[in-house]
């Protein structure tokens, strides 16, 4: 009975439209039942986010097509997850332990890495709302130091970009987005240079970001 009823105070606490850190961090700490095998009463206020639903649409897409991969057994790929810094607990009672200060700390790697293949695979994923180009600020520079490192390990390494509105999402090589940031200095990207230079993902019910499709074609056996 005790369980019941702390799992209706979390859904009162937690409405439907979460913007992306909350969502986020419930979920993280639901899965760890973090401290003691019972799921926490969490309070989250303050951590607001701007930009909370940027790449939310892309990043469920991708892990829907992560775990298709998955159930076929052809390839083994997962979203990290976003490191969490808990500052205080209120253990008023054990079994009703509350975490009421948390914050996310910097991630310091890309979002998505697995391997497929037999090959290191190692992805950042960015979503624009605009019709006509990427700001590549998108692309943080710690993300972009770490696509350097692991092309020098000749992992498989890319960024997924979605243009939204268009319902379009393109894989584009690590070596080309580290090139046109860090060497060209582009500020932003036009659709077009999407459309010259990366791939477009296939997309299907099942499968909606088949992204190892572009790998097979790109790195054949």
Known sequence: MENKQNHTVQKARFPQKLNKKRLILYNYLVMVNYPNGKKA???????????????????????????FYLSVDKAVIYKKPTPIQIVHVDYKQRSKARIDEAYFRKPSTTDYNGVYRGLPVDFEAKE???????????????????LER??????????????STKGMTFYVEADKMINV?????????PLQWFLDNAHLVPSSLRNPVDYLTVV?????E
């Not at 009463?41 to 607001?48: F, Q, R």
């Not at 590549?136 to 972009?144: D, K, N």
């Not at 097979?216 to 054949?220: A, I, M, S, T, V």
């Open 128 to 146: 624009t709302h605009s019709n006509s180009s990427f700001p590549t600020s998108l692309v943080q520079a710690h993300q972009l130091d770490h």
């Open 216 to 220: 097979d074609q790109l790195y054949k």
């Open 181 to 189: 940031i860090r060497k060209e200095k582009k500020k932003s990207l």
């Open 150 to 163: 692991v092309l020098r390990q000749n992992a498989v390494a890319f960024v997924l970009v979605r243009f």
């Open 41 to 67: 009463s969490v309070s989250l206020e303050g951590l607001n986010d701007n930009h909370a639903r940027r790449g939310m649409s892309l990043e469920d897409d991708i892990n829907t097509s992560n775990s």
